[in-house]
């Protein structure tokens, strides 16, 4: 079993989406964005608490039943997390998750979570394949990295060992802020590894070397065939395509 930390402390930056409130409280099918994610840490099979990290005054008044805990944001999502991190008894790996993502599902994170458990690493963040993405969703944009191994977007939830938080934080929080923006990251590798990015010569082994050389983490990709770990909602045209998801689904 695993903890799980939702980051529900950013305000809306999307033009025209949520007006700079905040992300967690955008409406969506009738129901604040932060439910969704919520709904599916407690379907899953393999997540134990729940900590909601944010504005406690405001979320808490969201009304999410069970195994939900509230925990105060810091000026930082570095803070944040060490504020989620703070809260947990043990140190077994944390589910970290962002709070953009209302399409997540419990067989996603159950999907996600089995794959990490057949290697041990300290740090396992999700690629989904083009194809997948366009399948599930075909009208939603999303940026993708092509590489040897295939053409991938990268997912909005990590699996971390709390011993390295410190070490990966602040660069799995960059991986999830330049995820549209990919050549920023690759920057950061070096100009080979760059000028390999951009020709489309990296292999998904070579990004793993590289990681681990540049931050002393043994970290691994994981491969996951659910769109729903990458499809955030940070556009006026993502939050029409989530209100008609949801709206369809209740129908149902």
């Known amino acids: 079993m695993y903890d799980a930390i939702v980051l529900a402390g950013g305000k809306s930056k999307g033009a025209g989406i949520g007006n700079g409130e905040y992300e967690a409280l955008l409406n969506i099918g009738g129901r604040p964005m932060l439910y969704f994610v919520v709904d599916a840490l407690k379907k899953s099979e393999k997540i134990d608490e729940i900590f909601v990290v944010g504005a406690v005054e405001v979320l808490s008044k969201t009304q999410l039943s069970g195994k939900v ?39 996603a994170i159950d999907d996600f979570l089995m794959q990490c458990e057949s290697m041990n690493r300290d740090f396992y963040y999700p690629i989904i394949e083009k194809s997948c993405c366009k399948a599930k969703f075909p009208r939603c944009q999303r940026t993708f990295v092509k590489i040897i191994d295939g053409t991938f977007t990268g997912g909005n939830i990590f699996l971390v060992n709390p011993k390295v938080i410190d070490k990966c934080i602040d660069l799995a929080n960059k991986m999830v802020e330049d995820r549209k923006k990919p050549w920023r990251l690759a920057k950061k590798f070096g100009v080979i590894f760059l000028l390999k990015f951009i020709i489309g010569k990296l292999t998904l082994t070579k990004i793993e070397q590289h990681f681990l050389e540049l931050t002393g983490i043994d970290g691994t990709v994981i491969r996951s065939n659910y769109a729903e770990i990458g499809m955030d909602v940070d556009k006026t045209t993502d939050l029409q395509v989530a209100n008609e998801y949801f709206q369809s689904l209740m129908k149902n």
């Open 69 to 107: 805990n509230f925990v105060s944001n810091g000026c930082t999502i570095m803070e944040s997390v060490r504020n989620g991190m703070a809260s947990l008894s043990g140190n077994r790996k944390v589910l970290i998750v962002a709070t953009d993502i209302p399409f997540l599902t419990a067989e």
